[in-house]
């Protein structure tokens, strides 16, 4: 969705890292003066027409994730290009940057088989609940999975009216093996990578419903 609103003090531009002292935030600078527009695909990233600066963003997130994942037993499958990212890259566009990262994990998790379509490549209508509608419609989707919180908000007989099935879900977070004492949940995908590797999707879908137990049984919304 690279082309909704950027939200300040989200998640759009930063995100946990684990270290001996709990959790810890990485955050991608903005560029005020530069972004010309609030949507996620016109926000620009500050300094990257000065990589050379002391406190350069990409170098101290290389560093962070050095210091901190070097020692998991997996990060060696993922140094080589994650180091290609931060310091043989310069980012000037947060949703290229947040494309590529995504890319990326897709990747590592076995998932690279599955397609990812970006709104900026369809011209989509509506808002909110019904923009995810002309989702659905668009796609040829015939089903949609909301989180838990869309009960709240999401206007289910607009779905209903177009015969696609809604499942929201619950989604239960594991808990796996970090390098520190202690389990510290909701950190980045980077983290569960460099402590499981291959086994990473798997722990993620520990506990939760899957896609083919969503096509094959009756979880759907009545």
Not at 64 to 85: A, D, G, Q, R
Not at 95 to 103: A, G, K, R, T
Not at 153 to 181: A, L, W
Request: net charge positive; glycine share 6%.
């Amino acid at each position: 969705m690279d082309t909704v609103q950027y939200l300040e003090n989200d998640w759009n531009n930063r995100n946990k890292i684990r270290t001996p002292q709990g959790g810890h935030i990485l955050t991608v600078p903005i560029d005020r003066r530069k972004t010309k527009g609030t949507n996620l695909n016109q926000i620009i990233i500050r300094g990257h027409d000065n990589p050379n600066m002391k406190d350069f963003w990409q170098n101290i997130h290389w560093r962070s994730i050095e210091v901190n994942y070097k020692k998991t037993p997996y990060f060696h499958y993922y140094e080589s290009e994650l180091k290609k990212m931060y310091l043989d890259n310069l980012w000037e566009s947060l949703v290229d940057l947040c494309w590529f990262q995504f890319s990326l994990f897709k990747n590592w998790l076995g998932l690279d088989s599955k397609k990812i379509i970006r709104m900026s490549e369809f011209p989509f209508e509506g808002k909110k609940d019904h923009l995810i509608l002309d989702h659905c419609l668009k796609l040829k989707g015939d089903a949609i999975v909301f989180g838990i919180f869309g009960r709240d908000y999401v206007n289910r007989s607009i779905f209903d009216k177009k015969g696609i099935k809604i499942y929201f879900q619950n989604y239960q977070h594991p808990q796996y093996q970090q390098r520190f004492k202690g389990f510290e949940p909701y950190m980045c995908i980077l983290d569960l990578l460099c402590n499981h590797g291959p086994k990473s999707l798997d722990i993620l879908l520990s506990g939760n419903i899957t896609y083919n137990s969503l096509k094959n049984g009756d979880y759907w919304e009545k």
